[in-house]
T-cell receptor, first 114, second 112 residues
Framework: SQQGEEDPQALSIQEGENATMNCSYKTSINNLQWYRQNSGRGLVHLILIRSNEREKHSGRLRVTLDTSKKSSSLLITASRAADTASYFCATDAALGNAGNMLTFGGGTRLMVKP | DTGVSQNPRHKITKRGQNVTFRCDPISEHNRLYWYRQTLGQGPEFLTYFQNEAQLEKSRLLSDRFSAERPKGSFSTLEIQRTEQGDSAMYLC??????????FGPGTRLTVT
């Protein structure tokens, strides 16, 4: 079962606009990670935000985390056609044996039109 | 290229055949994970190794699925007696301790 739920499921914007994707989850987490996936390809790690952090930036990416609401958002500023991809949030929860696993949502399919 | 690599990239097999996929993690990473992704969905965790020890395997989809990491480096995922429902992308990831997981390009399995 998937813990995270991304919203919206699909988003279409014009190049230069900002894109905001939201993620909600259900249980306590160690950290939350955002990934990008181009069609038919592997996942590319974008950013990790730990449970004691509220906001993190990386280039044109801004991630927020609200553990009280169990939600996160990913903002891509000044979008480019090359940003067209699926974006997934993944919550990282500890396994009982000192391991960790990622639980992914269903993703947001972003299309940036040139 | 020092990223995670997976072989083969594509595998087409007939129902009932066995298949084996290989994953080579980033060399200094001690943790290795297998996930499965079906069309339109996010990846689903299957199993996890720390060095050569398989510490979590309860989420493997059935007893037809097994994984090994014999020397704590590369790993293999085997599916015996494949079924059409096994058709999916199989992804491998590695990490150093409980940090970012870096994914390989995946092996796309098609069972006919």
């Amino acid at each position: 079962s998937q813990q995270g739920e991304e919203d919206p499921q699909a988003l279409s914007i014009q190049e230069g606009e900002n894109a905001t994707m939201n993620c909600s989850y259900k249980t306590s987490i160690n950290n939350l990670q955002w990934y990008r996936q181009n069609s038919g390809r592997g996942l590319v790690h974008l950013i990790l935000i730990r449970s004691n952090e509220r906001e993190k930036h990386s280039g044109r990416l801004r991630v927020t985390l609200d553990t009280s609401k169990k939600s996160s958002s990913l903002l891509i500023t000044a979008s480019r056609a090359a940003d067209t991809a699926s974006y997934f949030c993944a919550t990282d929860a500890a396994l009982g044996n000192a391991g960790n696993m990622l639980t992914f949502g269903g993703g947001t399919r972003l299309m940036v039109k040139p | 290229d020092t990223g995670v690599s997976q072989n083969p990239r594509h595998k087409i097999t007939k129902r009932g055949q066995n298949v084996t996929f290989r994953c080579d993690p980033i060399s200094e990473h001690n943790r290795l994970y297998w996930y499965r992704q079906t069309l339109g969905q996010g990846p689903e965790f299957l199993t996890y190794f720390q060095n050569e020890a398989q510490l979590e395997k309860s989420r493997l989809l059935s007893d037809r699925f097994s994984a090994e990491r014999p020397k704590g480096s590369f790993s293999t995922l085997e599916i015996q007696r494949t079924e059409q429902g096994d058709s999916a992308m199989y992804l491998c990831a590695s990490s150093l301790a409980a940090n970012e997981q870096y994914f390989g390009p995946g092996t796309r399995l098609t069972v006919t």
